[in-house]
């Protein structure tokens, strides 16, 4: 079965570093979502990618965050610099459309020092 | 403002019984629902949907049941098995938007 792939799984790093994840969706799954899950909440959007294009970052903290899918097929989600709030669980999604529902990776675990 | 909301934090089932989850919804535009179950340290897995157009949607032990009126959605787990113990959440959209998550619930199923 077709996965979307995240690295890395797990990733501390100290207060006003940078960070990085790369997530690689199924292949021909055109929309790649970044979602944000904190301990007991539950996932909640960043960003929305239609192919390369950004349809939905409303809730992306644009003076720290950035998000990528150059040639539409793998995204990069930054934080920089980090801050002890963005600790949670980054999670990856890609769907063909939406009666199948989103297929999640398995999500980059941070943790800010 | 919480769009879904899920008011139960968790839930504790016998094996074999019957598990009722349920989900609230104040945006009467969503037009599409789907339960995710979530082990720890992995991505939510998906589980089943329902359109707006139905009520009521089975796929083996799980059966999604939708109360338009009343805003309000709920999974059922016949029986429940061990395996099942996971924390679930109910996830809604309207058109293409992207989906909106509850807090989820924790089910722990007791052997």
């Known amino acids: 079965e077709a996965e979307v792939a995240q690295s890395p799984r797990y990733k501390i790093t100290e207060k006003s570093q940078a960070v990085a994840f790369w997530c690689d969706p199924i292949?021909?799954?055109?929309?790649l979502y970044w979602y944000r899950q904190i301990l007991g909440q539950g996932p909640e959007l960043l960003v929305q990618f239609q192919d390369e294009s950004v349809v939905d970052d409303s809730q992306l903290p644009k003076d720290r965050f950035s998000a990528e899918r150059l040639k539409g097929v793998d995204s990069t989600l930054k934080i920089q610099p980090a801050e002890l709030g963005d600790s949670a669980m980054y999670l990856c999604?890609?769907?063909?459309?939406?009666?199948?529902?989103?297929?999640f990776g398995s999500g980059t675990r941070l943790t800010v020092v | 403002d919480q769009q879904v909301k899920q008011n139960s934090p968790s839930l504790s089932v016998q094996e074999g019984r019957i598990s009722i989850l349920n989900c609230d919804y104040t945006?009467?535009?969503?037009?599409?629902f789907l339960w995710y179950k979530k082990y720890p340290a992995e991505g939510p897995t998906f589980l089943i949907s329902?359109?707006?157009?139905?009520d009521k949607n089975e796929d083996g032990r799980f059966t999604v049941f939708l109360n338009k009126s009343a805003k309000h959605l709920s999974l059922h787990i016949v029986p429940s098995q061990p395996g099942d113990s996971a924390v679930y959440f109910c996830a809604a959209s309207t058109g293409n938007t992207p989906l909106v998550f509850g807090k989820g619930t924790r089910l722990s199923v007791i052997a």
């Open positions: 329902i359109s707006s157009i139905k």
């Open positions: 999604a890609s769907s063909r459309n939406r009666e199948g529902g989103y297929t």
């Open positions: 292949s021909g799954h055109a929309t």
């Open positions: 945006n009467s535009m969503f037009d599409y």
